[in-house]
């Protein structure tokens, strides 16, 4: 392949005059090529192409290198005109043809113009047809050779090409746009596909092909990776699958290889911290356990014992607080499942110990429902629990940061405003972080900065987002989990049913008799407003299900307003993500005691209020949702002692969507829906993992076999290109600059759980 790519270059694609250019760029801006921004690189359309392309987050060259192909039509095999009768409708073909006649028409609603070719060979004659491309009559003439590449449409014995692609025949060296293996990319409005082909064409002649390479040539060896100059040639203009494939690998292998670096040096460095160790005697170890289960009984009136999994991840958590490294641990389990109390047992063995305690929740209301719950589980330890959000009163604020600089206040619970620069800990011992995907590394880095001087906190992460077992070999690599499978004994299993839009009459009236008893329920939609539904196109290659943002999906104004007219006189209330906080917070509240009978609101109520008295979850629109995501929704209700229920609404007839949702309908254990979710998630997907900090890997997939052993063998990479610090060893400076500022950046700085 390197044989090759080199001939290619020798081919002289570019002028002298063009190279020349480039360098006058480069000087002009200071910049290398890499590194110029689009709309300075003299690139065909660069002004263009700058503006635009920053939609996509393309600012420099170096970003349009990296903007790899979504998919790959292969139009090489030519087809004769006199054999397409035999060709399927909406199938695309390439051919050899003459242009006889080029005329420009109304169309038959004479909104728009349309373009039309009649095109032959030696065997027929057939019409292109372009709609509103009044270029295309400029470019094209009779008497004209061109290789045509198109969508074939049938109409009776007519047949046309749709808007196809044309390059002049004898160019085969240059063709782009037909008869090869052509790439197809994501695009953005203002920006077509023959031009965003033929920037990329000359930014790999120009920078692409010698493109700096910075895996170690041994590595490169025994993986069999292709050069990352030929990788990226054969990734937009393949010759042949078997190449594009070789250079996909070489990438994928690269994005595991940043993120594995990064773990495995954040696990390095942190192994030489030191942490203050909490010493234990069995004596307090059995008290703190009394404390807690003893608080447990008297709300439920009546005796209790951890489970099984909670004693374990209590265990565990007792061992690392007892090193003088510092813990970083992961609790993941179901809601419900006892995480709190789990998080309760560390606090208050640095409280014990004479240290701080702090937990870091995402919202206010979040934030004081922690504080209630552990005020109430440590009251048997006599342990104050202070809290300190934004929402506090002034004089509420100094008072709090008062006795959290003293040391008077061994636990505090906050939100963002735990890590504001003037709140100062005495001893900061351990971190709880709640929903610990809510933060940045920034973020939490802060707050464990708090603990002073040259000792880092120990540090619990909490999640109710179980990750499958396959990703979380790769993702969690640079910290401990414990899991929370086992439900608290007592917990009602919440039944739960799928109905189509025009089947509700009855879930109404079930919502009526629950409000009745006192009971609440949620309702839950896709949407904000119908103003959100944008183009299906776009926001798949974002990561959405195929159909998230259809136009047609419920909208949560609207139906709120809806609701208020059906179930009146209910009291329904709304809360969505463009409220302020303190407005949706109030709303929360509203519900939570009892002012409200029903709740519209989007995904912003999956991590909420503690609302015993919720016993109905409906979710309008559920095939839009993943399967981690519905599963946290069903978790909102069922925390009481009465049944519950959730009904799943969806006219989807996608295979995939229904199989989605059957799962939510049949299991309820979180770890065996992340597992579920794992087999149905279509690539890109992501919604449930980018909840638990997966970084967005362009090429690499860990649904793939090959891709996830591959991930084994970055790291063990990985662990032997670091030392003993975390750091890179000598010799891999190229690696180390493409990791701080080239396209492997975006991986390399990526959050995953453990990172901080």
Known sequence: MGERSTARRGAGRLAPSVVAATAQVAARTGQAPLEAPLGKSGLPGGTTLGRVGRRMGLETVRDLLFHLPRRYDDLREMRKLGDLAWVEDGEVISARVRVLDVRVEASFRRRVQRTIAVLEDETGTIDATWFGRRYIERRLHPGDRVIVSGKLKHFGRKRTLDNPDFQPEGAEDELLHVGRIVPVYRLTAGLTANRLRVAIREALDRAGHDYPEYVPPDLRSVEGLVGIGDALEEAHYPESFEGRDAALRRIAFDELLALQVGMVGRRRQRGRDAARPIEFTDDVDAELRAAVIGSIGRKLEREVALTRDQDTAIADIRTDLERPTPMLRLLQ??????????????????????????????????????HRTLTALLEDAAIPVELLTGSLTAAGTRHTLELVASGMAPIVVGTHALIQERVQFAALGVVVIDEQHRFGVEQRSQLEAKAGGDRAPHVLLMTATPIPRTLGQVLYADLDVSDLRTPPEGRLPIRTGIRRPDELEGTWLKVREEAAAGHRTFVVVPLIDEADAVDEATSTANGAPAGFWDASAPAAEAEAVRLRELLAPLRVGLVHGRMKAADRDAEMARFRDGELDVLVGTTVVEVGVDVPEATMMIVQGADRFGLAQLHQLRGRVGRGEVASFCVLVSDSVDETAQARLKAAAEIHDGFELAERDWELRREGDVLGLVQSGLPRLRIASLQRDDHRELAVHARAAAEAMLDDEGELRPGLDRLSAELRRGWLARVAEAEPAGAA
């Open 333 to 370: 389990g179901d809601v419900g499942s006892g995480k709190t109390a789990v998080a309760a047992y560390a606090l208050a063995a640095a409280a014990r110990a004479g240290l701080q305690g702090a937990l870091l929740a995402p919202t206010d209301l979040l934030a004081r429902q922690h």
